[in-house]
């Protein structure tokens, strides 16, 4: 029994040493830039200037299918999988547009890179390519996200949009910002363009 106890505790300890240092990881993360523009109740109003993105096709319509598939070829160009052998620093959010039609993953390139110093990607269904500038409205949530989640977050942010008479167009997209491994401190955010350099 005391055996027991011991081994448990140096587990749980080595347990939250290694969330510590994931937490601590994910905090020097690259992560997009934005500017808040304005906070509401359940979402807040932002501007993403352009940059440039690493996207896979797919037609994926889950979230675990989208995830699996693109991570794994998007993964794989920034660790070297590229005509320089070039590895590229991840960045967070990871981006993913889930729908009915073509469904879509993308990496955000850290702000060193361009079009035109990125090395050329081995896979050719990986595309490099920029962004436009954009307002944005964003929901967050915490915890593990799932093809749940993402609906109930896209129907809350669609309702305070009407509610408030805030024009959007496109689809809702995902953001997600923690590796997989990461237990504690997770965020997640669905996205959508909206009407917001008019007002």
Known sequence: MKYFIISSGILIL????????QAFAFSSTIRQAYKVIKVEKEFEIRYYPSVTIATISSSA????????????????YIFGGNKTNQKIEMTAPVHMDINDCLSTMSFVMPPIYSINNLPIPNDSTVNLSNTSSEYVAAITFNGFASDND????????????????????GNFRFLGYNPPYQL????????????????
Not at 14 to 21: D, E, H, L, P, T
């Open 14 to 21: 080595v347990f939250a040493i290694f969330q510590g240092y």
């Open 150 to 169: 993402i609906t109930l977050y896209t129907l809350k942010l669609e309702n305070a949009l009407n509610e408030l008479k805030i024009g959007y167009y």
């Open 61 to 76: 319509k889950s979230y675990k299918d989208l995830g699996n598939y693109g991570f794994r070829k998007l993964a794989n």
């Open 184 to 199: 504690l401190g997770r965020r997640n955010e669905v996205i959508v363009s909206v009407n917001w350099d008019t007002k």
